[in-house]
């Protein structure tokens, strides 16, 4: 007889979602994680970044706060106490997550998962990491085998690690991923982010307003690479404002040991810079090391993602996989939605997760948010597309505010004027991204969203007024020339 109906191995935002939703069905749950509960995004991902840029938002506003009327002399900044509330905040978290999963009933295994058989582990001890003090624990080998467990059914739930680049010396002392980025005890002063999409940019964004010499290098012709065109473009222009160097189209091809590191760019902007701190934001890979999956009989895909279904069952029978392990959509949000389909369908319930709406964000500053196709995507997929933008600096709210910067671009259909995508850069990108999603999932025109009466002041009037200017109508901007 199994021990738990369920075992789910990793108590990230897939996992410890999934842990819940089955234990709220019924079944006996257990979850196997060898660190704070949240996984990634709670501990080492979305939080504690949040938590900082937070921060270095708050002290960009003070620092400009006779623009508000607001004296305050010698405004400075204490990167030990930033850390200290970004931990607290982790902290809270992390315990509020905890006490779910023992109010719903699941019992907490610590330690790192092995399989022995495709609905079988074996919990390990895992002992600190060697990476930097209060470090991630994947970064340590399991030890001692402390307790095997039988389950009817498991998911895998175990996320993703920051992917290392093969440039020669990236494993240097001062060279690290955006993991390694919470072990700095001061801001560098010279940084070099290799990679400028969600990740690097974020971090760029964030030592550049705490007064670090920030040069990102991107292979790619633009910042942010995945999201619309403009608004890569737009990002771009607005980090060199801040004084962000930005070399697109390059690549580092080498960093060596001196007083400070010295890192070698390739490419149309090639030269050699001087760096005390280098930040690798350069992709992902599946935490799948010292699993077991072989013995399991679980496939991978080339790249060592799990593949799955849309129900999330992977090619051995009773056992499933969600969140970044898929390899589907690198996002905390996508999975927790797997996290709760597959929960359902283990419990029994019809369900299947549909990737056609997937907003995303990105918390520099301006902040970026995106849902549907970019401009490019749909032109590609045969689509006849019309697009209106519009900018925060023509609302009130955003005057009010003290940020106008960026706009808001609606891609629709050309025949039925049909929402197809919304990309924002500007203030709360990622809350007023909510309404393209839904605009999207309901498949709302144009004229759906322009007449739907919106809050005045608000920044979210931007919908509204975008889905006017698509009409040819715009009310608060001049029209297009004919």
């Known amino acids: 007889m199994p021990e738990f109906d369920l075992l789910v191995v990793g108590g990230g935002p897939g996992g410890y979602v999934a842990a819940i939703r089955a234990a709220q069905r019924g079944l006996s749950v257990g979850l196997v994680e060898k660190e704070r509960p949240g996984g990634v995004c709670l501990n080492w991902g979305c939080i504690p970044t949040k938590a900082m840029l937070r921060s270095a938002e708050v002290f960009q506003t003070v620092s400009a706060a006779a623009d508000f ?58 002992g600190p990491s060697p990476v930097f003090p209060g470090g991630p624990r994947y970064a340590a080998a399991p030890t001692t085998a402390i307790r095997r467990v039988d389950a009817r059914d498991v998911i895998i739930a175990t996320g993703s690690v ?23 005890t001061e801001v560098p002063r010279r940084l070099v982010v290799v990679g400028g999409s969600a990740v690097g940019a974020e971090w760029a964004s964030l030592f ?21 065109t403009d608004i890569g473009t737009a990002l771009g222009r607005s980090f060199a404002k801040r004084g962000i160097t930005v070399l697109t189209g390059s690549t580092v091809e080498s960093i060596t040991a001196a007083a400070p590191l010295r890192v070698t760019v390739a490419g149309p902007h090639a030269r050699a810079l001087d760096a005390d701190v280098v930040l690798v934001g350069v ?26 279904d849309d129900q999330l069952r992977t090619d051995v029978e009773h056992v499933y996989a969600i969140g970044d392990v898929t390899g589907r959509a690198l996002l905390a949000h996508v999975a927790s939605h797997q996290g709760l389909t597959a929960a359902d369908v283990i419990a029994g319930r019809p369900a299947h997760i549909d ?52 706009f808001l671009k609606i891609v629709a259909g050309q025949q039925h004027q ?24 309901l498949e709302a025109t144009l004229d759906e969203l322009a007449d739907t009466i919106h809050a005045h002041p608000t920044l979210g009037e931007i919908g509204m007024e975008a889905a006017l200017t698509g009409l040819g109508l715009p009310v608060h901007i001049a029209p297009r020339q004919r």
């Open 69 to 126: 009327g607001v004296l305050a002399e010698n405004v400075r900044f204490d990167f030990d106490a930033v850390r200290q509330r970004k931990d607290g905040v982790v902290e809270e978290l992390t315990d509020g997550v905890a006490g779910l999963l023992r109010a719903n009933g699941v019992t907490v295994l610590e330690g790192h998962a092995r399989f022995t058989g495709p609905t079988t582990v074996e919990v390990h001890e895992v």
């Open 418 to 441: 049909e929402v197809l995508g919304v990309h924002i850069i500007g203030p709360s990108a990622s809350d007023l991204i909510t309404e393209g999603a839904l605009a999207i999932a």
């Open 162 to 184: 920051p992917a290392r680049l093969p440039i020669p010396g990236a494993d240097l002392p001062g060279v690290i991923t955006s993991d390694g980025a919470f072990g700095l």
């Open 283 to 308: 992709g992902r890979r599946p935490n799948t090391a010292d699993l077991g999956l072989d013995a399991a009989g679980i496939g991978t895909d080339a790249r060592g993602f799990i593949e799955v």
């Open 355 to 406: 990737y056609t709406v997937i907003p995303a964000a990105t918390f520099t500053h301006p902040e970026i948010a995106s849902v549907g196709l970019t401009e490019e995507q749909a032109r590609a997929a045969g689509h006849q597309v019309l697009t209106a933008k519009f900018p925060f600096a023509a609302l009130g709210r955003p005057r009010t505010f003290g940020d106008t910067e960026g």
């Open 208 to 228: 550049a307003t705490f007064g670090s010499e920030v040069t990102i290098v991107e292979l790619q012709d633009r910042l942010v690479p995945l999201e619309d």
